[in-house]
């Protein structure tokens, strides 16, 4: 009898495609190969000092036991009074389960809404592990699908053409991985008056980039009353602080949600880390100038990628207004080739471009935009520009197959 099989459930999952692209770049790298690696999605910044102090401190203290499933109470009371503070949202500590990163409380709201057979809207592109997730709670995923011609937004009016009596829940995140769009207020205004004519949908904000902002103003859809008690809010501190090994994210939401998602957190991980979220309760509890300043580097990135992609004749960029990627359209280079190689799509192209330029990318594919490729700049501005020049020549030597 077969035994090594795995459950039909492990099988709905695929692995991350980002993390994957990750590996080949740095399977390369490992055979000597100068390879500029620019697919993942993490700030190149160090821990600010005054939250490495707290976590230091937190291990003097002996914070090295467990801790309540759903965090200490003086880290949630730092993410009440975070959003309150920012996000102008009364919320109460029964409200918030803090989680190991916001993947984690992705994973754990999905799985106590979502029914088998329920839809759940996506908006494409999306982010990689949203499908994924939705899947492995026994979800469909719904995919509207935008692109670079309207700045990859979805409208209301496609949100309105994907809801059905099955739709249980909502999921996107502003400002977007992979496309750095952020909605507006406005925008975000007409999709609340969506869906306060579908009352059954949890629409779930993944906030987790709010503060890496260019010159537009983050806009939560929590900050509408009419939609307010199903929404969930998802953040934390990998981003805006340069914490992503630390492993802290929280949902905020209904007090119904919070408690399932505090009764499946016991049985799966317990309480996240303690040292760690003594250390996100200090950044939680900060002013916000470490962040500003990240965000002042990101923008001269952006800018630098910006500048150096539009130079590059075929590819069309929108202008990413947040978060730390560019998103081009490539569709102009399927149906070429460098005489050895033939790109028929963003997966043949990003493995062209690692293998011939030795610049590491994630294909749009597993965002739901098989026409572009991402580009994360948290990077530094020198490896922005060998990247960029050496894009710009390995697409020089692409031509028509006929
Ligand atoms: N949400 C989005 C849109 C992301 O891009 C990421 C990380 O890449 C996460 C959530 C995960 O954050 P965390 O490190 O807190 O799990």
Redesign the pocket.
Known sequence: METAYVSERINRLSESA?LAAAQKSRELKAKGIDVINLTL??PDFQTPLFIKEAAKKAIDDNYSYYSPVAGFPQLLEAIVNKLKRENQLDCQPAQVVVS???????ANVLQVVVDKGDEVIVPAPY?V?YTDLVRYSEGIPVVPESTVGNNFKLTPAQLEEAITPKTRAFIF?SP??PTGSVYTREELRAFAAVFARHPRIIIIS?E??EHIVYDVPFESIAQFPEIRDRVVV?N????SYAM?GY???FMAGPQWIAKACNKLQSQFTSGPNSVAQIAAAAAFNHDGSEVRKMVARFRIRRDLALSLLREIPGLKTATPDG?FYVFPDATAFFGTTDGEMTIRNADDLCYYLLSKGHVGLVSGEGFGAPNCFRISYAASEEQITGALARIKTALAALKPTR
């Open positions: 980002t999605g993490e190991n990163g916001a993947k984690h409380s992705i982010w592990t995140s977007c991985n993944d987790i980039y998802i934390g501190v990998s981003k992503t492993r802290i994210g978060a």
